[in-house]
């Protein structure tokens, strides 16, 4: 290995559940004298892939690079500090990211300068980072998700040095509440109410890149969503890969129904969570987003699969069934909900019979939006040391015909809409028209509308004239 400062991810710790207590720090984060002003004069240019909690962790990304003096670039070429912020969900996601360092090497010939980071959760993965190591020298810094407070020290360290570092630490993590944020957002906001995950579904890596399921304290969130709403924010999105299980290890009994009504209560127009797992998804839950009109009716509510087997390889910890009258019972009370999922097929092994039992799900619950994957080995989980004998034309083929029918309930649930009326919360302008709006409507649809006097962040009525695949068109209704 060439002369740096290193400490590598590993798999094995990353495993380890302890029944230790979560820090929760409010001092922890600084920012050093010397890092203070080692961004001035300089660029930096970030890229982000991946969920929202990527795109939250990049927030606060850019609030330490500016707190340091850099201003950012949307151009790589002008960029003294290009930092990719990565996804290890799937194959393809990491492909991305290696194709794209390929790309980016050559900037290093006209800028010997320029320093090359990747951070998110490619960099929590062992085999990902020796590859790094080996195969692309161009890569001059590599921090993990638990590391992003020492970035102004990573930095400042790579720089003087002028050598690689890679700091990675693979441990359940901390709750670190004093981070910098630059939001990208001016009318919505994320809100990351836990992080980490404990489900260990046994094809998924996220519980090996994130750490442990860990809450925010309940006022620390409250506080933050205030504050929001007294900038103007609109809308908030409560984050956390599964936060239904939100304050269990903090003891609190219903922590996500209770934390839901609170945050409702404080007023902001409009609340939305994601990622809901039916496994802890409470009649309660149900209620309190029942009861609030600001608590938007569009549930996100992963399936994977239709088939009750499969769930228990994949150690879902819910059954067909169980799903069904979960999905019954959010309808029964919440009856203009929307519903989005992900599924993945050509699990190992999966059958034809089992894949339309996938199918029958979605003939029951008519989604109004499915995200479908075609399943990925991922080093160091369980899924990937079984045999699989399904070949990969037939996964391929499977894809097609579930994204058919997905794409047949989209487009009815679509045209319910027309002559309807629906609140938008206005994003700006269109990107493919500039006489046209475009937003989302309360049921989480994308919808294109025209209008006079439209701000971005008004909330407007608009009546629905026309269905597109993945969107709805409509006028504005004069107030
Ligand atoms: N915490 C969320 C999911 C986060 S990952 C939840 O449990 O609902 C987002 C989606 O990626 C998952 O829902 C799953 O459908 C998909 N996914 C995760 N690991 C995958 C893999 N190894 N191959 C294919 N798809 C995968
Ligand atoms: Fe992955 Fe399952 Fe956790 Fe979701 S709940 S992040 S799919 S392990
Ligand atoms: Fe990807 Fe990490 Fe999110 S693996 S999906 S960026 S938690």
Not at 259 to 269: N, S, Y
Not at 384 to 409: C, F, H, T, W
Request: negative net charge; aromatic residues 8%; charged residues 25%.
């Amino acid at each position: 290995m060439p002369k740096g400062n290193y400490q590598l991810p590993s798999l094995k710790d990353a495993k380890i559940r302890t029944r230790e207590a979560v820090k929760i720090e409010h001092t922890l984060f600084k920012l050093p004298e010397t890092t203070r002003n080692l961004g001035v004069g300089r660029k930096f240019y970030l890229r982000t892939y991946g969920c929202q909690a990527n795109e939250r962790d990049s927030e606060t990304i850019v609030g330490i690079l500016v707190a340091m003096g850099f201003s950012q670039t949307q151009n790589e070429e002008d960029a003294d500090f290009i930092l990719l912020n990565t996804c290890a969900v799937r194959k393809n996601a990491e492909d991305k990211v290696l194709g794209e360092l390929g790309m980016l090497k050559k900037l290093k010939t006209s800028n010997p300068d320029l320093i090359f980071g990747l951070c998110g959760c490619m960099a929590q993965e062992e085999e990902i980072v020796q590859l790094l190591l080996k195969k692309y020298p161009q890569v001059d810094l590599i921090f993990g998700t638990h590391n992003i407070h020492r970035l102004p020290e990573l930095l400042y360290q790579t720089m003087m040095s002028k050598e690689r570092t890679v700091e990675v630490y693979s441990k359940e993590g901390d709750v670190i509440e004093n981070l910098p944020v630059k939001r990208f957002g001016k009318h919505k906001a994320w809100v990351n109410i836990m992080y980490g995950c404990d489900k260990f579904c046994t094809y998924c890596i996220v519980p090996y890149t994130r750490g442990k399921e860990r809450s925010r304290l309940m006022n620390d969130i409250l506080i933050e969503i205030q504050e929001l709403k007294d900038q103007g924010y609109k809308e908030v999105t409560l984050l956390g890969q599964n936060v239904n299980a939100y304050g269990k290890d903090l003891g609190i009994e219903s922590g996500f129904a209770t934390l839901l009504d609170e945050v409702a209560k404080i007023g902001i127009p409009r609340v939305r969570f994601t990622t809901s797992h039916p496994w802890d998804f409470t009649d309660q839950m149900i209620d309190v987003i029942a009861k609030h009109d600001n608590v938007m009716p569009a549930i996100h509510l992963p399936v994977q699969s239709g088939n009750s087997d499969m769930l228990k390889i994949m150690g879902r910890r819910y059954t067909s069934e169980e799903y069904r009258s979960l999905y019954d019972r959010i309808i029964t009370k919440i009856p203009n909900c929307t519903f989005s999922t992900d599924i993945i097929v050509g699990f190992p092994n999966e059958t034809e019979e089992q894949f339309q039992d996938t199918l029958d799900m979605v003939d029951y619950c008519k989604y109004d939006l499915a995200y479908t994957f075609i399943y990925s080995p991922r080093e160091g989980t369980p899924a990937a040391n079984m045999i699989d004998n399904v070949p990969a034309d037939v996964k391929s083929e499977r894809l097609q015909r579930l994204n058919e029918k997905v794409g047949q309930y989209s487009n009815m649930n679509n045209q319910k809409y027309v002559g309807k009326e629906v609140k938008v919360l206005v994003d700006g302008l269109s990107k493919k028209n500039d006489q046209v709006y475009s937003g989302y409507s309360e049921e989480n649809k994308l919808i294109n509308f025209t209008g006079e006097n439209i701000h971005e962040g008004d909330i407007v009525r608009v009546k629905i004239t026309d269905v597109k695949s993945w969107s709805l068109n409509g006028e504005a209704i004069e107030e």
